[in-house]
């Protein structure tokens, strides 16, 4: 991976270029899932805008180009990872692994000593991606549709 890719904290005024990146990268879980329902492809630009107000994720970068975002916040000394979202043309360079080390990091730096976050069953390459950074699945939750929700959790101690 070049090391040209910059990696910073998510703020308020990422919300448009996170949008686009999050719609553009959650398509494909919408071709799996069969539906254009779901939450990242609905969300508005104001309901993220106030998600970002306070958020520990981050954003990487090349060339001023966002490649990648990750939102995630704190519960206590619990990180809650949500929303990987990956432009689809950059896709297995290891920007999802880069941006989940450098979340958790702020996560330690906040007090947190775990990270969770969840996936849908049948998001073969997320699950991957989540146990080959160390990600170790905890629970499944059945869902309306029939799809189970994976929960995922990792020590950042």
């Given at each position: 991976?070049?090391?040209?890719?910059d990696?910073?904290?998510?703020?308020?005024?990422?919300?448009?270029?996170?949008?686009?990146?999050?719609?553009?990268?959650?398509?494909?879980?919408?071709?799996?899932?069969?539906?254009?329902?779901?939450?990242?492809?609905?969300?508005?630009?104001?309901?993220?805008?106030?998600?970002?107000?306070?958020?520990?994720?981050?954003?990487?970068?090349?060339?001023?180009?966002?490649?990648?975002?990750?939102?995630?916040?704190?519960?206590?000394?619990?990180?809650?990872?949500?929303?990987?979202?990956?432009?689809?043309?950059?896709?297995?360079?290891?920007?999802?692994?880069?941006?989940?080390?450098?979340?958790?990091?702020?996560?330690?730096?906040?007090?947190?000593?775990?990270?969770?976050?969840?996936t849908g069953?049948?998001?073969?390459?997320?699950?991957?991606?989540?146990?080959?950074?160390?990600?170790?699945?905890?629970?499944?939750?059945?869902?309306?549709?029939?799809?189970?929700?994976?929960?995922?959790?990792?020590?950042?101690?």
């Amino acid at each position: 991976m070049p090391d040209d890719i910059d990696i910073r904290a998510i703020a308020p005024e990422d919300a448009g270029e996170t949008l686009t990146l999050q719609r553009a990268a959650f398509v494909q879980e919408a071709l799996i899932y069969d539906s254009v329902q779901m939450p990242p492809l609905i969300q508005s630009l104001e309901e993220l805008r106030a998600e970002l107000v306070e958020n520990l994720g981050c954003v990487a970068r090349e060339s001023g180009r966002m490649l990648g975002a990750v939102r995630a916040r704190a519960d206590g000394d619990l990180l809650l990872i949500g929303r990987i979202a990956i432009a689809p043309d950059v896709q297995g360079r290891g920007i999802g692994s880069r941006l989940l080390e450098a979340v958790e990091k702020r996560g330690r730096e906040a007090g947190c000593r775990e990270a969770e976050l969840f996936t849908g069953s049948l998001s073969e390459a997320n699950l991957r991606l989540y146990e080959r950074t160390g990600y170790r699945e905890t629970t499944r939750v059945d869902g309306d549709d029939g799809i189970e929700q994976v929960f995922l959790r990792k020590s950042l101690a």
